[in-house]
């Protein structure tokens, strides 16, 4: 059980300097040892960010935490997008 099911703890889920859409994000940081996960994260007109888990990756641990930058959310000067990993499956 390494496969992402769940994140939570979505921090800098509100700014809005990030430019809104709906991007699929590969590219990102990680402070464990898991790969391949892509992740959907749409951004309203007001800055609020939502994250979908399309691959589930391998190797994640629970509490793993992912950064996303803003380049990968339009790059329009936003915070990072922080969440953790919160269910494996």
Known sequence: MSNIETVDNISGDTDTSRTAGTYSVSSFTTD???????????????????????TKGSGYSINDNITIVD?????????????NVSKLV
């Not at 996960?37 to 994250?51: L, P």
Request: charge should be neutral.
């Open 32 to 54: 464990g040892n898991g790969t391949g996960a892509v992740f959907t994260v749409t951004v309203s007109g007001s800055g609020t960010a939502s994250v979908v888990i399309t």
């Open 71 to 83: 380049s990968q959310l339009g790059n329009g000067g936003g915070s990072p997008l922080i969440f």
